[in-house]
């Protein structure tokens, strides 16, 4: 079918190159769970009627539905005196593979040939379920609509039991996204067995000519800019391609949004395509988004209320793909006294990237029980808000905590693969701002993130053997009798110790405490790729010979003006894995450790100069600049190198000087300054 004005294209189902025979059934009813009951025989029916002995699909919203639907359709099989109808493997292979198989309600419908499928199972309890519908040792699979988009697993009859879901945010059933429908029905046919494809579509009665006309008539497709559209322009003006409001209305001309304006013009809330108030409703759309920038912090607009200017907070929502209210939020709650871990921690969760966090029916309960085992306490009232969500499974994260269902694993990781990014904003948040304990602090809860240990563990706890003994200890405490005995007998009180002791010791330490070959084997391999640093540094300043010999232990005096300079050199000890750093409670990998080189003045709080550093090399030079002090006297910096991977492997070193105005400035004497550590 073809429109040729508008150059929009839609295919029937019927010429596919497996044709599909798409039917599209009405259910009545007003209450979700009694409709989607009514759907399970018909469902049935269909299976006898379109695909009695070929695989079958059923997609359903929820995994709850997975399971209800199941067991109806084995009643059903046992109403019809043929329960195993479904089953095609014999006993000794369901033997095995229920022998395999851990959630229990997946073994009890497997052993009638139906199988479930959804993010709630384990992976290995998946694979299995993918294994035997793909080698049609069962014939049904229910699963969630998240399997149209991932396993390829087609079948000759799909049925999509239901075309809406119950979203938590808005607390509502709301209709799936008709991709999502059309994705559904795209896994009816398989290429290489089917001559023609079946797809069931089972709606509210409501629906049933929307779903009927969009199948056989092309469906505008609309822009989504407008719900986007203030981090598109963040990052196009940090970019340089937006540099005032009327080139900001231009960028607007040169997208879909503007070309779906001018076609469908209701459905963004313009009444009339004529020329000025097309002009009107451009200008007022970049007006609100540019203000609500300037609010965040991320936008500055100049004196004659039209150029644009990114500033630091801008740049950092854009290098790090973060939301222009995650900034807000920074600028707001982040700050010098904000240096607890409890505190940063909270503003971490608050954040806009996990407001998309699942909490399920009933979730709450689960987290009233949780809320009760962590350290950090949350407001009862909230028990079912994401970001509170967040903030309890991330303390479970570090207490190494059973969580209560499988689903929440899932949600750990997808909390877990966000974390890293917005801490590492963070970092640049403070540092921008010259908060030199704020930024130290966030610095060690990266860490904490990355290891799964809360700040005050012992880092002994993080060596992959000592760990997985005292995984059961208590959250409160942050040792062990194992750990204890290595502080108290052998006087190794974190891994950076561990790895500089001689072999012999080590080892004689590892028999004596009743490690055996593999784990021995396994604390050398992580020992092995384990960072450990020899620095040395020394600071100049441009306008002041220094001649100083290396390694001198005299205090290097500089003037009080211009800018200071210290040089930097890392040796770097333990081989780079191929297979990137152990960090097995991550699910992405991660090739190197970064390094943050921190220079900072602990009597007043202020950081003064920070890079970060890739140690690509065994041997790595880098240098901070920072403008020297103005008043004159004796000075006591810190030179931090903080690791974004490992705990207990960090240094500090004090870097002194002084400030003074009678420097020769010619002389070749006690006039510039080296240090060595």
């Excluded at 992976?123 to 991932?150: H, M, P, R």
């Excluded at 049925?159 to 008709?178: H, L």
């Excluded at 920070?610 to 006591?636: D, H, M, V, W």
């Amino acid at each position: 079918y073809q429109r040729r004005v508008r150059g929009l294209y839609n295919f029937r189902p019927s010429v596919r190159p497996v044709p599909l025979e798409a039917h599209i059934q009405g259910f009545s009813g007003r209450h979700y769970c009694p409709r989607m009951a009514s759907m399970n025989k018909p469902a049935y029916q269909a299976i006898l009627v379109h695909s009695p002995d070929k695989p079958v699909l059923i997609f359903v919203s929820s995994r709850r539905q997975t399971r209800l639907t199941a067991l109806d359709l084995i009643q059903l099989c046992t109403a019809d005196e043929s329960p195993h109808k479904f089953l095609h493997m014999n006993d000794l292979s369901l033997e095995y593979c229920l022998a395999r198989i851990k959630d229990p309600n997946l073994k009890h419908t497997i052993s009638f040939g139906i199988g479930l499928h959804h993010a709630g199972l384990s992976e290995s309890d998946k694979n299995i379920v993918e294994e035997l519908f793909y080698n049609n040792q069962i014939q049904v699979l229910v699963s969630t609509s998240t399997l149209a988009w991932g396993v390829n697993l087609p079948a000759h009859l799909v049925i999509i039991k239901g075309t809406e879901f119950y979203d938590p945010k808005t607390k509502r059933y709301v209709d799936f996204p008709i991709t999502d429908v059309l994705q559904m029905m795209g896994r009816a046919g398989r290429p290489q067995f089917d001559n023609q494809g079946i797809a069931v579509i089972m709606v509210q009665d409501s629906k049933k000519n929307f779903y009927r006309k969009f199948l056989y008539e092309p469906f505008p497709v609309e822009s989504s800019l407008p719900d986007v559209l203030h981090d598109h322009f963040n990052a196009e003006i940090v970019a340089g391609t937006i540099k005032s409001k009327q080139s900001a209305i231009d960028y607007l001309t040169w997208t879909y949004f503007f070309r779906r304006l001018l076609v469908n013009p209701t459905y963004y809330g313009l009444t009339d395509i004529d020329v000025q108030n097309v002009n009107a409703f451009l200008s007022e759309k970049v007006d609100m988004t540019i203000t609500d920038l300037e609010m965040s912090g991320c936008v500055e607009v100049d004196e004659d209320d039209l150029s644009l200017q990114p500033t630091s907070l801008g740049r950092i929502a854009s290098y790090y793909y973060l939301s222009h209210t995650t900034m807000k939020l920074f600028s707001e709650e982040l700050s010098e006294e904000s240096t607890s871990f409890s505190q940063l921690l909270q503003v971490l969760c608050n954040t806009k990237e996990y407001d998309e966090l699942p909490v399920r029916h009933n979730e709450d309960k689960l987290n009233e029980e949780l809320a009760l085992r962590v350290r950090w306490k949350v407001d009862s009232s909230s028990l079912d808000d994401p970001h509170t969500k967040t903030y309890l499974l991330l303390q479970a994260h570090f207490s190494r905590m059973e969580l209560p269902i499988s689903d929440y694993y899932t949600d750990l990781k997808s909390v877990l693969d966000q974390a890293i990014r917005i801490l590492q904003a963070m970092v640049d948040v403070t540092a921008d701002s010259g908060w030199l304990f704020a930024t130290l602090n966030t610095m060690t809860l990266v860490q904490m993130v990355s290891q799964g240990r809360w700040f005050d563990d012992c880092s002994l706890l993080t060596l992959p053997e000592i760990g997985e003994l005292c995984y059961d200890r208590n959250p409160e405490d942050n040792y062990c009798e194992l750990v204890n005995e290595m502080i108290d007998v052998y006087k190794v009180q974190s891994v950076a110790e561990l790895a500089c002791l001689p072999n012999d010791q080590r080892k004689k330490m590892y028999h004596d405490l009743g490690f055996d070959q593999q784990q021995m084997k396994n604390l050398e391999t992580f020992l092995g790729t384990l960072p450990i640093l020899d620095v040395q540094f020394f600071v100049k300043q441009k306008s002041v010979s220094s001649s100083l010999p290396r390694g001198s232990r005299r205090v290097p005096t500089f003037l009080p003006s211009g800018d200071l300079m210290i040089s930097v050199r890392i040796l770097r000890h333990g081989k780079v894995s191929k297979e990137g750093l152990n960090l097995p409670l991550l699910s992405k990998k991660v090739d190197r450790e970064q390094w943050w080189v921190v220079l900072g003045d602990v009597r007043t709080g202020e950081l003064v100069a920070l890079k970060r550093q890739i140690l690509r090399t065994s041997t790595t030079e880098t240098s901070l600049t920072f403008e020297a002090p103005s008043n004159c006297g004796e000075y006591r910096f810190w030179l931090y190198l903080i690791c974004d991977s490992f705990m207990g492997i960090d240094q500090q070193y004090p870097v002194d000087f002084v400030i003074s105005e009678n420097v020769d400035q010619d002389s070749d004497e006690d006039e510039g300054g080296d240090q060595e550590m």
